[in-house]
Nanobody
Framework: QAQLVESGGGLVQAGGSLRLSCAAS????????MGWYRQVPGKERELVAV???????NYADSVKGRFTISRDNAKNTGYLQMNSVKPEDTGVYYC????????????????WGQGTQVTVSS
């Protein structure tokens, strides 16, 4: 079963760093793009960062200069390096991938991780 497995969340003090990982488990023929979203109570899920298969990246204004998204295609794993974290970075972070499971697939599918909690203390 193709799925995304996240890790790296936890409690961190403001100004500290975390590195989130998103491993594509199971059979994925190709992952076109990977992204990270976060959600806090009472707010809509927000796109934090995205990276394409070609390495192009985009970030939410709130995290520019502090977060870095990357991917290791050989490992089918994406990362979100979170530096200089702030209390407002607190939330549940979800990995997302647009992927093709087989060479014969006619279309790509969107996959979501289970979410990992990031809590930044002041």
């Amino acid at each position: 079963q193709a799925q995304l497995v996240e890790s790296g969340g936890g409690l961190v003090q403001a100004g500290g760093s975390l590195r989130l990982s998103c491993a594509a488990s199971g059979n994925f023929f190709r992952i076109n793009a990977m992204g990270w979203y976060r959600q806090v109570p009472g707010k809509e899920r927000e796109l934090v960062a995205v990276i394409t298969s070609g390495g192009s990246t985009n970030y939410a204004d709130s995290v520019k200069g502090r977060f870095t998204i990357s991917r290791d295609n050989a490992k089918n794993t994406g990362y979100l390096q979170m530096n200089s974290v702030k209390p407002e970075d607190t939330g549940v972070y979800y990995c997302n991938a647009d992927a093709v499971q087989t060479a014969y697939s006619k279309w790509s599918l969107r996959y979501w991780g289970q979410g990992t909690q990031v809590t930044v203390s002041s």
